[in-house]
């Protein structure tokens, strides 16, 4: 996967200096980001609020909660649209794999094709579903009609997809890409009831090319919803109708706030003080760097998501600490590219808050559940820490009572944000939505006003659109996917599915390995979001008929889709190490491979023995 940009805007024409054209582009590309900025502020605001009041025994402020749940969906597709404005949409990074010239210009123009192809088509289908919701009237709260919140439906994926077309190359590219435009026209051009039963298979064909060509993934997700909805005689509206459902969840929006709180935690100097704390507690044992290394890195993928912003964050900065202590080269990188998704298990991690809105689980249980097993995975990680410590004869620290005491305490507000923000929700204290909300005003405090490591007004702009590009790069692929998902399950496809498993398979430790199997297949093909919004209603049938608790399938899943982040040959971690540490794809993956092996190990234990999962649920619930 790549979500870096790999190519750099296309140069213009007429030199160095910027045209009149050019500026007036940079202007809209400034206001955009800004008023991105501002509904990711204005989210935040409200939540905190919301809290605060009711904390004061107030009414709270009136629709709230509506609110904040368009303004996700405005932020979902402003925030994508910036993405594609940089070309930093989420998609492979197989296209990198081809060789430089003009096959890879070819890839690249062949996928802006297909994505802007696809994008016009999503644009029409909002346009149409916004034309409908006009024509009922309705409203989310205080007046404001329906219809005017999808505006930003039609008007950010029309900005997309020229962006696609625009991106794509020099004008002989544009003019070749912008083919997929016309293509889409022809598409909607005759009567719905020609592509009644057509064949599918054409089509998919296309868009998984396009897909290994370095189409963006919502766009390849979106498509096959499309189309597979004009094959089976309904109308594409059907795919904005499930955005819309998933944008307005009453939970996503703790992903973009819990994401910027990363953020904010990775651009101050967290790690120099986290690294600090944790090198004065463990760096007396053999390979007590590695294990800091870990923890570290868990942590801040608790926040993050494993978006990769922990590799490309911390990844310099540890990598010398452990190659100054003489850990062996090839240790360090797979160390590092394996503790860049540690920690998604731990609470509250972003992915189980999404599985919780797609599966319909508690998201406190998952919380509760996956403790342990994301305690098991770093503690495999940092034993292996230990070993190499003693194989590299590496360099350790001695234990300085005081020197601890003076990291922890300057490392004291750090420390005390997990303990904060999981008090507050098992607690009843804060939903998990207001907690997010809680981490980004705590973060802020800490960042730029308790260590000064951020200045308001010079460095938090820049935060806070980088965020934005990311989260919208994310949640665009979530929205779309629920279209196909929606398909999926109109089809009865999970039914059939159950039906098909049942009649094979008959030993519930047969299809757990068998879930194992596929789960990890999945995981190094898609990212963690769009596998959950995706796979989830395919697997949760299966879970129930051969019993397996839901809290359980949930920590099996994630931790399924923890290890594809490392699996070759495109793991998204793989990529992004190769990127940070400038190394061969091909060093990379032998680097990883020991790292593979102890993460199966910890998921095999975590599917075998349940009650690693259920002992901290079945605690909480006997309180």
């Excluded at 501002?38 to 009711?54: H, I, N």
């Excluded at 004008?171 to 592509?195: C, I, K, M, Q």
């Excluded at 999404?354 to 998952?366: M, N, T």
């Excluded at 929205?479 to 599915?497: F, K, R």
């Amino acid at each position: 996967m790549n979500s870096e940009g790999s190519q750099a805007p296309p140069e213009t024409e007429s030199g160095t200096k910027p045209t009149r054209t050019r500026r007036v582009f940079a202007v809209f590309d400034t206001a955009e980001g800004l008023f991105a900025s501002t509904l990711l502020v204005s989210m935040v605001g409200l939540l905190t609020a919301e809290l605060v009041l009711r904390g004061l025994g107030q009414v709270g402020i009136p629709a709230a909660l509506p609110l904040v749940q368009h303004l996700t969906l405005w932020l979902a597709f402003t925030g994508a649209a910036l993405a594609a404005s940089e070309d930093r949409m989420l998609a492979l990074a197989t296209g990198q794999l081809l060789p430089v010239g003009r096959w890879r210009s070819g890839a690249r123009i062949f996928s802006a094709a297909v994505a802007a192809c696809v994008t016009a088509l999503l644009a029409v289908a909002g346009w149409r579903f916004l034309r409908v919701e006009k024509e009922f009237g309705q409203e989310i709260a205080l007046g404001i009609p329906t219809w005017a919140v999808l505006l930003v439906l039609p008007v950010s994926l029309g900005l997309i997809a020229l962006r696609l077309v625009w991106r794509s190359g020099r004008w002989p590219a544009r003019l070749t890409a912008a083919l997929g435009l016309l293509a889409a026209a022809a598409v909607l051009a005759p009567d719905p009831e020609w592509w009644a039963d057509k064949p599918a298979w054409p089509v998919l064909v296309v868009l998984a090319a396009a897909m290994i060509c370095g189409a963006p993934i919502y766009s390849v997700l979106g498509g096959a919803a499309i189309f597979l909805f004009l094959i089976d005689w309904v109308p594409i509206e059907a795919v904005p109708v499930e955005t819309y459902r998933l944008a307005v969840s009453p939970t996503l929006p703790a992903i973009p706030l819990f994401t910027l709180t990363g953020f904010l935690l990775a651009e101050g100097k967290s790690s120099d003080r986290l690294i600090s704390v944790f090198r004065s507690i463990f760096g007396w044992i053999p390979g007590g760097t590695a294990v800091v290394a870990a923890v570290v890195c868990a942590f801040f993928t608790v926040f993050t998501g494993g978006s990769g912003v922990t590799i490309l964050a911390l990844g310099g900065l540890l990598f010398q600490a452990l190659d100054s202590e003489g850990y062996r080269e090839r240790f360090n990188l797979g160390l590092l590219t394996a503790s860049g998704s540690l920690g998604l298990l731990l609470p509250p991690a972003l992915p189980l808050i999404l599985y919780g809105i797609v599966a319909e689980v508690p998201i406190r249980d998952l919380f509760l559940g996956g403790f342990l097993p994301g305690l098991l995975l770093v503690a495999l990680i940092a034993a292996w820490g230990m070993c190499e410590g003693v194989v590299s004869h590496a360099s350790i620290t001695p234990f300085e009572a005081r020197a601890a005491a003076r990291a922890l305490w300057l490392a004291k507000w750090e420390l005390a944000l997990p303990a904060l923000l999981v008090g507050a929700i098992l607690g009843g204290v804060a939903t998990p939505v207001e907690a997010s909300a809680l981490s980004v005003v705590y973060a802020l405090i800490v960042q730029c006003f308790v260590h000064r490591d951020l200045h308001v007004l010079r460095d938090l702009p820049g935060v806070f659109r980088r965020c934005v590009v990311l989260v919208g790069g994310v949640l665009i692929i979530l929205c779309v996917a629920m279209g196909l998902t929606n398909y999926l399950v109109d089809a009865q496809i999970p039914m059939q599915l159950l039906d098909w498993v049942q009649s094979q398979v008959s030993s519930k430790l047969v299809f757990l390995l068998l879930l194992n199997v596929f789960l990890l297949a999945v995981g190094c093909l898609m990212d963690i979001f769009s596998a959950t919004v995706v796979v989830v209603p395919l697997i949760v049938p299966l879970g129930l008929a051969y019993d397996i608790h839901p809290v359980h399938l949930g920590i099996i899943f994630i931790a399924n889709l923890e290890l594809g982040y490392l699996t070759p040959p495109v793991g998204l971690n793989l990529f992004l190490a190769s990127y940070r540490f400038e190394k061969p794809l091909l060093t990379i993956y032998r680097s990883v491979v020991p790292m593979l092996v102890i993460l199966a190990l910890g998921v095999i234990l975590i599917t075998y023995f349940p009650w690693l999962t259920l002992v901290t649920l079945d605690w909480f619930s006997n309180r």
